[in-house]
């Protein structure tokens, strides 16, 4: 069990990578492994190291995916990368394209995504949230903050009124996600946590067909503890994961 967060120093330093190993990296047709979704338009609204790296595993599966962030003009290699159904555009182009909307950014930057978009992103079946407040990035105080609101799955609910979101792929990191999905043998598990049963469906479906294990850990509330750092975080079969679940209070 490993909890693999080693970044690169850059965003642009991942991209560039990503771009450079494009053409090696082995593309698992999921669709072919028994799952009947259907291609549902996913936008990405932060683009980085993980939205980068979660997007490009859809696209690879053939799901039109709209990379975003407030510079879509530097996301032209991650495109490039991930592939003809892969484009670019700003979060409010990101917002109108996606049927399902992958939020991965920086914890901060949730509560103004929420005041620009929250009505808009309401109306989505799905929204993925895989955003943490991370003391090191966004300061202790922010951390304190959201902790003591009960964690950042009932804030995220809080920003974002009325938004069916789902927490999901908190703490597995970037640099493993094309690795470990499909792997042989058993899959690894994901914790989602989620109120809407819907957006939990949702979720689960989009999770099997990238190559891993849903794991429901429990309500929002219990979002708590989808952040690095927890007995849940990293890299864990769905066997271990619902026998850790189990413990958490
Ligand atoms: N890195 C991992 O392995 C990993 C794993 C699991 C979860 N996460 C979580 O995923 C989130 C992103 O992490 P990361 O490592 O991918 O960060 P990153 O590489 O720094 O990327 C952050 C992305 O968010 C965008 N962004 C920042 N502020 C924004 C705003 N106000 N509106 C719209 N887009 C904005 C950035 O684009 P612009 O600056 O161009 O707008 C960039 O595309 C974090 O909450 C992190 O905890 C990361």
């Not at 693999?4 to 082995?26: E, G, H, M, Q, Y």
């Not at 989505?124 to 304190?144: M, W």
């Given at each position: ?29 999921a669709l072919?492994q028994g799952s009947s979704l259907s291609k549902m338009k996913i ?14 595993l859809f696209?690879?599966l053939g799901h ?35 049927e399902v909307?992958f ?21 989505k079946p799905l929204?993925l ?35 069916k979101?789902v927490?999901a792929f ?11 999905a499909h792997?042989?043998?058993?899959p690894?598990?994901v914790?989602i946590?989620g109120?809407d049963p819907k957006a939990i469906d949702l979720a689960n479906r989009l999770i099997k067909e990238a190559g891993y294990e849903p794991v429901l ?33």
């Amino acid at each position: 069990m490993t909890n693999d967060f080693s970044f690169p120093a850059s965003r642009r330093k991942f991209v560039t990578i990503l771009a450079a190993t494009a053409s090696t990296i082995p593309i698992t047709a999921a669709l072919g492994q028994g799952s009947s979704l259907s291609k549902m338009k996913i936008a990405t609204i932060g683009a980085g190291r993980e939205g980068g790296a979660l997007g490009t595993l859809f696209a690879k599966l053939g799901h039109p995916v709209m990379f975003s962030s407030r510079h879509p003009e530097e996301l032209k290699a991650l495109v490039a990368a991930a592939g003809p159904t892969a484009s670019a555009g700003t979060t409010a182009e990101a917002v109108a394209f996606g049927e399902v909307i992958f939020l991965v950014v920086p914890y901060p930057a949730v509560e103004q995504i929420g005041k620009d978009f929250g009505p808009a992103l309401a109306k989505k079946p799905l929204i993925l949230d895989a955003s943490n407040p991370i003391p090191a990035r966004d300061g202790q105080e922010i951390v304190s903050q959201v902790a003591a609101q009960g964690g950042p799955g009932l804030v995220t609910q809080k920003l974002l009124p009325g938004s069916k979101i789902v927490r999901a792929f908190n703490a597995i990191s970037y640099a493993t996600l094309e690795q470990n999905a499909h792997r042989p043998g058993e899959p690894v598990g994901v914790p989602i946590a989620g109120d809407d049963p819907k957006a939990i469906d949702l979720a689960n479906r989009l999770i099997k067909e990238a190559g891993y294990e849903p794991v429901l850990i429990g309500d929002l509330a219990k979002g708590k503890y989808l952040v690095p750092g927890t007995p849940v975080a990293g890299i864990h079969t769905p066997t271990e994961l619902r026998t850790i679940a189990a413990t958490l209070t």
